[in-house]
């Protein structure tokens, strides 16, 4: 069976600069989605135009937008960059100049050039589940989440807080606190396996 070897990671937009190239019907959709999971993600767009959905999502963001063509040196200072121009060439371009710069690229819809995907992404209070096919079914990506969403829990949060809460009062060193921790969490993965079966 093939296996998905990309590697999640949870980034902190707030402290990282992300570059938008382009400003059309792509550029919105990943802008919309960044800004949903990240709404305090600091986003630079560059494009010579902006579609009016655009301009709404940016004022409630971090979003600065510059009207321009892209020009290399306006990837100064961004960590990453995701190039969405209906230009291959264009896109290509941003491509091979943030790869000089060691910069990490996603060419929207185009994964060869792509060194990360964006995935669906689930939030609830603190928990957040990120999903990817592999770049294989962005659709079964969406279906994904919007499965997800419906069945994790509004209170899975509540669970999250308790137990920070609990671990402080804990007594103890490090691996007593991760067994006490363990034992008191058994039963939630118990019980959700005996309902699964039950339910088979
Ligand atoms: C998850 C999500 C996140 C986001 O966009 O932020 C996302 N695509 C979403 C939706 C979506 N995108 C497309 C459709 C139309 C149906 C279809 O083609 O399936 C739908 C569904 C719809 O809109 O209903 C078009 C499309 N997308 C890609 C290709 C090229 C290809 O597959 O080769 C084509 C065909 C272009 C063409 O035909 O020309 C490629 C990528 N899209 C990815 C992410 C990355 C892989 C993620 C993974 O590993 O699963 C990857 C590789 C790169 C990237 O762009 O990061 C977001 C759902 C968010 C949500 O709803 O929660
Ligand atoms: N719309 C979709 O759902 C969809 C799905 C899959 C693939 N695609 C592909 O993705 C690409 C983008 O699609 P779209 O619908 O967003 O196109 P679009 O025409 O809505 O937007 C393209 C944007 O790129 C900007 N642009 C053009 N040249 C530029 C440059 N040199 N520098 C900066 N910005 C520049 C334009 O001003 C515009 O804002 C196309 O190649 C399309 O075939 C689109």
Redesign the pocket.
């Known amino acids: 069976m093939e296996r998905?070897n990309?590697y999640p990671i949870f980034l902190k937009t707030s402290q990282l600069n992300v570059l938008i190239v382009g400003g059309g019907n792509?550029a919105e959709?990943?802008l919309?989605?960044?800004l949903k999971s990240s709404p305090d993600a600091n986003v630079t767009m560059v494009s010579p135009m902006f579609r009016a959905g655009t301009l709404t999502l940016a004022e409630k963001g971090q979003v600065k937008l510059i009207e321009s063509k892209y020009k290399k040196r306006f990837l100064k200072g961004h960590h990453i960059v995701?190039a969405t121009t209906d230009v291959p060439e264009v896109n290509i371009k941003v491509h091979k100049h943030c790869r000089k710069r060691s910069i990490l690229i996603?060419?929207?819809?185009?994964?060869p050039y792509?060194d990360?995907?964006?995935?669906?992404?689930v939030t609830k209070g603190n928990v957040k589940v990120a999903?990817?096919?592999?770049?294989?079914?962005?659709?079964?990506?969406?279906r994904l989440?919007?499965f997800f969403e419906d069945v994790i829990p509004e209170n899975v949060d509540d669970l999250v807080k308790n137990l920070n809460e609990y671990r402080k009062t804990i007594k103890g060193d490090f691996e007593q606190k991760v067994e006490t921790l363990n034992e008191f969490t058994k039963g939630l993965i118990e019980t959700s396996a005996i309902k699964s079966n039950q339910e088979e």
């Open positions: 998905n990309l792509v959709e990943k919309g989605f960044l995701i996603n060419v929207a819809d185009n994964p792509c990360f995907y964006m995935g669906g992404i999903i990817s096919t592999n770049g294989k079914s962005p659709t079964t990506a969406k989440r919007q």
